[in-house]
């Protein structure tokens, strides 16, 4: 059973009971929450994941609860609060900024909890086994160019973070929401009918978002890693034509390592995880403002990729 199978008045009673149990990816997350408009968005934007069912035999990764004002604020500019085992992390949002505020509180759980893995600041998309690392600062277009290559049948392994086990070498998907901002909402819209994108809000501190939820093909392999084959650090410049420029392994692995949540935290391992993806990987930096010139161009470079490799 996923999400969307759920009727609206028992997810609501299971999301203000119980709590609602589900898979993304590797995780498993359980959620409890009062907040109604909440629901909507639940059912939108993760309705093809899976239900958990059977708590006791999949423990939660992530107990996480939003809650609202229980004094006057519940009826003056009432607030959201995220709550991860219990306890309050990040700052309040408005009350009907509660998706924005589980979507960047989910982000701050898995960077601080998932030390299993060497997280990475990339948007991740695979075509079959071979993924391809998008790392890039705010505003280099790394999210809009991720969502567009999901639309044109690359498989979404996530906006947010590259999953990287040490141990295989394999990036791991959680086939969560792409969190479009600004003119980028507009721009994915425009580019694919097949764009399901939840509500805008606006006034957030990264200005206005919107998530798109993840294509239900990506949600299905959600449980299959992929081996980073190629890195695209991408950078949107207005009225530049695509071009891809490889970079040389001697230079490349400050762009991997920089871009490192918890580095440091796993010391050695993080080291010999990020040389092998350098040596495994054709890399490139990315210049583009079109955004279909640009889906074109990383396709033609995959298939040029993959021919060289045919005996």
Same mark, same amino acid.
């Given at each position: 059973?996923? %999400?969307?199978?759920?009727?609206?008045?028992?997810?609501?009673?299971?999301? =203000?009971?119980?709590?609602?149990?589900?898979?993304?990816?590797?995780?498993?997350?359980?959620? #409890?929450?009062?907040?109604?408009?909440?629901?909507?968005?639940?059912?939108?934007?993760? @309705?093809?994941?899976?239900?958990?069912?059977?708590?006791?035999?999949?423990?939660?990764?992530? &107990?996480?609860?939003?809650?609202?004002?229980?004094?006057?604020?519940?009826?003056?500019?009432?607030?959201?609060?995220?709550?991860?085992?219990?306890?309050? &992390?990040?700052?309040?949002?408005?009350?009907?900024?509660?998706?924005?505020?589980?979507?960047?509180?989910?982000?701050?759980?898995?960077?601080?909890?998932?030390?299993?893995?060497?997280?990475?600041?990339?948007?991740?998309?695979? #075509?079959?086994?071979?993924?391809?690392?998008?790392?890039?600062?705010?505003?280099? @277009? #790394?999210?809009?160019?991720?969502?567009?290559?999901?639309?044109?049948?690359?498989?979404?392994?996530?906006?947010?973070?590259?999953?990287?086990?040490?141990?295989?070498?394999?990036?791991?998907?959680?086939?969560?929401?792409?969190?479009?901002?600004?003119?980028?909402?507009?721009? %994915?819209?425009?580019?694919?009918?097949?764009?399901?994108?939840?509500?805008?809000?606006? #006034?957030?501190? =990264?200005?206005?978002?919107? &998530?798109?939820?993840?294509?239900?093909?990506?949600?299905?392999?959600?449980?299959?890693?992929?081996?980073?084959?190629?890195?695209?650090?991408?950078?949107?410049?207005?009225?530049?034509?695509?071009?891809?420029?490889? %970079?040389? =392994?001697?230079?490349?692995?400050?762009?991997?390592?920089?871009?490192?949540?918890?580095?440091?935290?796993?010391?050695?391992?993080?080291? =010999?995880?990020?040389?092998?993806?350098?040596?495994?990987?054709?890399?490139?930096?990315?210049?583009?403002?079109?955004?279909?010139?640009?889906?074109a161009t990383l396709e033609m470079m995959t298939q040029n990729d993959e021919a060289q490799q045919k005996p």
């Amino acid at each position: 059973m996923n %999400i969307a199978d759920l009727s609206r008045g028992e997810l609501t009673n299971r999301l =203000k009971g119980p709590g609602l149990r589900w898979r993304s990816g590797p995780f498993s997350i359980h959620l #409890k929450n009062s907040i109604n408009q909440f629901t909507d968005y639940l059912t939108l934007i993760y @309705g093809g994941h899976p239900v958990i069912e059977e708590p006791w035999k999949d423990i939660a990764d992530f &107990h996480i609860q939003l809650t609202t004002n229980s004094n006057y604020r519940r009826f003056w500019r009432p607030q959201v609060f995220f709550q991860l085992d219990g306890v309050k &992390h990040l700052a309040p949002f408005p009350r009907d900024h509660a998706p924005p505020m589980f979507e960047w509180g989910w982000n701050f759980s898995i960077a601080g909890r998932a030390n299993h893995f060497l997280i990475l600041h990339n948007a991740v998309i695979a #075509k079959g086994d071979r993924a391809m690392l998008l790392p890039g600062i705010p505003g280099s @277009g #790394k999210s809009t160019l991720c969502a567009a290559m999901a639309l044109k049948g690359w498989r979404l392994l996530s906006d947010e973070f590259a999953l990287l086990q040490p141990e295989s070498g394999l990036v791991f998907p959680t086939a969560r929401p792409v969190a479009l901002k600004n003119q980028s909402i507009e721009i %994915i819209r425009d580019f694919s009918k097949d764009a399901l994108l939840g509500p805008d809000f606006s #006034k957030t501190r =990264k200005g206005t978002v919107a &998530h798109m939820r993840p294509p239900d093909a990506s949600i299905k392999l959600m449980e299959q890693p992929a081996r980073p084959t190629w890195v695209v650090s991408p950078s949107y410049q207005e009225g530049q034509s695509a071009i891809l420029e490889q %970079i040389p =392994k001697e230079h490349a692995f400050l762009l991997v390592a920089a871009n490192a949540f918890n580095y440091e935290t796993l010391g050695d391992n993080a080291f =010999k995880a990020v040389a092998r993806v350098v040596r495994e990987s054709t890399i490139f930096n990315f210049r583009y403002s079109n955004l279909e010139e640009a889906v074109a161009t990383l396709e033609m470079m995959t298939q040029n990729d993959e021919a060289q490799q045919k005996p």
